[in-house]
């Protein structure tokens, strides 16, 4: 569905001057809204224009069909340290699916503290709020937090993904699916290398 997007040119160049600017926004609720924001880049998806962007501290992804305004400030960008477009992205794009439908599978996980402050960009700021209600860390500073997601196969690669910095407390199935796919990669390398 090739949606109007009025605004595009005007985002793209924003994106490339690299400027803070003022946006008017029709929310999914119909509701406007009017904010400044730091634009990152732009990625379609599908036929839909999408605008990432850094919306009161928080990594968000804008519709560009629903821009009603934009105004280009006198301010340059500022861009979060380390940002990847593709790989927030591909993150993202698997977080909208999995809120979009219903969740079919919860797993417990202790997180590394060296992953806590990166979550939120991984999978999205609702992250901010899970981790705020987390129980206090550990003594090795982990955190313990619910995470959700459409399947079982689903949570083993995205866990799996983070190797040693994330650890499933529960389900057991979940934490012996991980041991045991891992294990299987460690023995596919040994019988290559003899």
């Known amino acids: 569905s090739n949606e109007p997007v009025p605004f595009l040119q005007v985002l793209q160049d924003a994106v490339w001057r690299d400027r803070k600017i003022l946006l008017t926004y029709r929310k999914s609720n119909s509701e406007m ?9 732009l990625v379609a998806k599908a036929g839909i224009w999408y605008m990432v962007a850094v919306s009161h501290g ?15 400030l006198d301010e340059p960008c500022e861009r979060p340290e380390n940002f990847d ?25 202790r997180v590394s503290p060296v992953l ?20 206090p860390p550990d003594a090795e500073g982990w955190i313990t937090i619910p995470l959700e997601f459409g399947s079982f196969e689903h949570a ?22 991980v041991k045991q796919f891992a ?3 460690v023995e596919f390398y040994r019988e290559r290398d003899g």
């Open 183 to 185: 294990l299987g990669i």
């Open 116 to 135: 806590v402050p990166v979550l939120p960009q991984l999978r999205g700021e609702h992250m901010h709020r899970l981790i705020e209600s987390a129980p």
């Open 58 to 72: 928080d990594l968000r992804v804008f519709r560009v069909s629903r821009v009603r305004d934009v105004v280009l």
């Open 33 to 41: 809204t009017e904010r400044v924001v730091d634009p990152l880049g």
């Open 85 to 109: 477009l593709e790989h927030f992205w591909a993150h993202w794009s698997i977080e909208f699916q999995e809120l979009t439908k219903v969740p079919l599978y919860t797993a417990t996980v």
């Open 156 to 177: 083993r690669g995205y866990i799996l993904s983070f190797g040693p910095m994330v650890e499933v407390l529960e389900p057991q199935e979940l934490r012996e699916g």
